[in-house]
């Protein structure tokens, strides 16, 4: 709340007279914002405390995220081009509910009054492989689950998507076969960024990925 006041002060003097808009930004509490999947909700969401600072997710996975991933709790500041904490961010919300942080009240009002700024999310996704491009990730499979459509793997560091090590959940496709795998085997997992979801489309277990690979490099 200590944000919001001075925030709309500051929003009244931004524009000059007849200027028009690139963005209309909703000043909004952190406590409404999933601060994994970046997003404005009407009811407050789950508070997470991280070394002394507070998070917020809307679920248990985001919940672990945000414990575990130190860059799921910074963003870009699309002004400046700061990296900032989340926890201390002034924060704005679209007409979509997509959400954009600030490390000043001044810099929300150039957001609002400058064309040609970029959004957080345009930075993101400049960052970001094209939604068709599998990402290939190696770790050990923790559980699975066939009738939920999901799998826990702790993998090692992602570099296409600047992860470091962690342990999540994923989601598989429908099609995908996951009899060839089973719990504590190292593995090799193919997957996709599907709008907020990671979505796995092919998973083998790493001795058997190896062969595969031989004998492609063989013929």
Not at 4 to 21: R, T
Not at 179 to 196: L, T
Not at 202 to 209: F, L
């Amino acid at each position: 709340m200590k944000h919001i006041i001075p925030l709309i002060l500051m929003l009244i003097f931004a524009l000059p007279a007849g200027a028009e808009p690139m963005q209309t930004l909703k000043p909004v509490e952190a406590k409404y914002i999933c601060m994994v999947n970046d997003t404005a909700f009407e009811k407050e969401q789950i508070s997470v405390n991280v070394e002394g600072k507070t998070y917020f997710g809307c679920c248990s996975m985001c919940e672990a995220r945000l414990k575990e991933d130190a860059a799921v709790r910074t963003a870009i500041d699309p002004v400046s081009g700061n990296k900032i904490d989340k926890s201390e961010a002034v924060i704005g919300a679209d007409a979509n509910g997509k959400v954009y942080y600030f490390e000043s009240a001044e810099n929300f009002g150039k957001f609002e009054a400058g064309p040609n700024v970029k959004s957080s999310h345009m930075i993101h996704e400049n960052m970001m492989p094209a939604s068709d491009d599998l990402i290939k990730g190696t770790g050990v499979l923790n559980t699975v689950k066939p009738e939920e459509n999901k799998v826990n793997i702790t993998h090692g560091p992602i570099p296409a998507l600047k992860w470091p090590d962690m342990t999540m959940d994923f989601q598989t496709s429908e099609n995908i076969d996951l009899s060839n795998v089973k719990q504590g085997d190292e593995i090799v997992f193919f997957f996709k960024q599907d709008g907020y979801n990671y979505v796995i489309d092919k998973i083998e277990a790493k001795d058997d990925h190896y062969h595969e690979d031989h004998q492609e490099h063989k013929h």
